[in-house]
Structure formats: structure tokens, C-alpha cells
T-cell receptor
Framework: QQQVKQSPQSLIVQKGGISIINCAYE??????FPWYQQFPGKGPALLIA?????SEKKEGRFTISFNKSAKQFSLHIMDSQPGDSATYFC????????????FGTGTKLQVIP | EAQVTQNPRYLITVTGKKLTVTCSQN?????MSWYRQDPGLGLRQIYY???????DKGDVPEGYKVSRKEKRNFPLILESPSPNQTSLYFC?????????????FGPGTRLTVT
């Protein structure tokens, strides 16, 4: 049972454009929502994370938007660059990161010049 | 250098031959975890550990064993590997506290079971 649904599976964006990746979750007990970035041949690395007490968090060109009532959260990459080409995973967990962590299925982003 | 190490990085084995993939972290992290990554399925958690001698099942624990006898080490054991366990495996660690829940991932172990 997939508790975190991620879309789209793949995304092609032109350089300078906005990349948007969406995730939806089912378990209302989740209270920590990170996004991880993975380059080919490497392990995932934390990009940005949010707790449900805020609706938006921004770090540089990366923004998480969180809608608690809809049980959805999304990653926005502004001014997308070719170096952003990677696979992005959303995730969710209870009790911060101290419990079981459920990841989405991933989005492969390609930013073309 | 703060890091999570995994060994081996690549492994080809045969069905039924017991194997262990080691994981070690040098960041004094409380939390450690194992994931498998398969195309179209993303990352799925196998087991996690909140501290020494404390482990719990993730979403796909069947066919795997773990132990946490020392804080820095969290080996993954496949007692009788089968072809459906062919996958890319990642170990991760995290402080697991209010200060940071960030997971630090190892470089991965690509396992093929024939």
C-alpha cells in the first residue's frame, strides 16, 4: 500500500522555468515531510523539509508548499537549471524522523538548456 | 569526513547463499535505516533502528534481518537470498532529534541474485 503518492513520474522543464512535483499522503499522523535529491550513482541527499505547522518553506530556489487539509505537499524549483536534473523523492514520517519513513516513487527531472 | 559507508558496493550471488551487507557511520547518529530502491517503486524502508538493540520493521522486511549491537554499525543480513531481492540497497543514518531529522545516505550496494 503506497501511503505517499508522487507525481509526475518524469518531468522535462526548460532552463529558467519552474519545476513542480506533487505528493499526497494518507496518514494524518505524519508530521515531517522532507524532499530528497538523488543524482545518478549517488545516494539521496536532503534538499528541504517541512513540518505541518507551516504552509510554506523556502530555501533559495526551492520551496515546499504544504496543504494540511488536502493532505498534499509540493516542491517548486524556481529558475530551474541543468544542474537540477536529478531524481526527486518526497517522504513522510511520524515523530519527526524517528519512526518508519515512507518515500514516494520518485520524479526524474530533466532541465534542458 | 562524516560519512556512511557500505560494503560491498557491488555483489553478485546465487539463490540461497547467505550474505551480509555492512553499514557503518562515524557521526554518532542514533537512528539508522536500510532501504531498497527499485525502478518505479522508489525507496522502500526495510528496517530501522532507533538505538543500540532497538530495531523495527519498515514496509518490506520479509527476507531480511538486521542487528544493532554497536551504535555505529547496522548490518543487513539476507539468510537465503532470492532473485526478487535483486535491488539497489541504501543504508542511512540520522541524529533523529529535534535538531535534525535529516537522513544521510551511503553510496549504495547493488545486489544481483541469480
Amino acid at each position: 500500500q503506497q501511503q505517499v503518492k508522487q507525481s509526475p513520474q518524469s518531468l522535462i522543464v526548460q532552463k529558467g522555468g519552474i519545476s513542480i512535483i506533487n505528493c499526497a499522503y494518507e496518514n494524518t499522523a505524519f508530521d515531517y515531510f522532507p524532499w530528497y535529491q538523488q543524482f545518478p550513482g549517488k545516494g539521496p541527499a536532503l534538499l528541504i523539509a517541512i513540518r505541518p505547522d507551516v504552509s510554506e518553506k523556502k530555501e533559495g530556489r526551492f520551496t515546499i508548499s504544504f496543504n494540511k487539509s488536502a493532505k498534499q505537499f509540493s516542491l517548486h524549483i524556481m529558475d530551474s537549471q541543468p544542474g537540477d536534473s536529478a531524481t526527486y523523492f518526497c517522504a513522510a514520517s511520524r515523530d519527526g524522523g524517528y519512526q518508519k519513513v515512507t518515500f514516494g516513487t520518485g520524479t526524474k527531472l530533466q532541465v534542458i538548456p | 569526513e562524516a560519512q556512511v559507508t557500505q560494503n560491498p558496493r557491488y555483489l553478485i550471488t546465487v539463490t540461497g547463499k547467505k550474505l551480509t551487507v555492512t553499514c557503518s557511520q562515524n557521526m554518532n547518529h542514533e537512528y539508522m535505516s536500510w532501504y531498497r530502491q527499485d525502478p518505479g517503486l522508489g525507496l522502500r524502508q526495510i528496517y530501522y533502528s532507533m538505538n543500540v538493540e532497538v530495531t523495527d520493521k519498515g514496509d518490506v522486511p520479509e527476507g531480511y534481518k538486521v542487528s544493532r549491537k554497536e551504535k555505529r554499525n547496522f548490518p543487513l543480513i539476507l539468510e537465503s537470498p532470492s532473485p526478487n531481492q535483486t535491488s539497489l540497497y541504501f543504508c542511512a543514518s540520522s541524529p533523529g532529534t529535534e535538531l535534525s531529522y535529516e537522513q544521510y545516505f551511503g553510496p549504495g550496494t547493488r545486489l544481483t541474485v541469480t
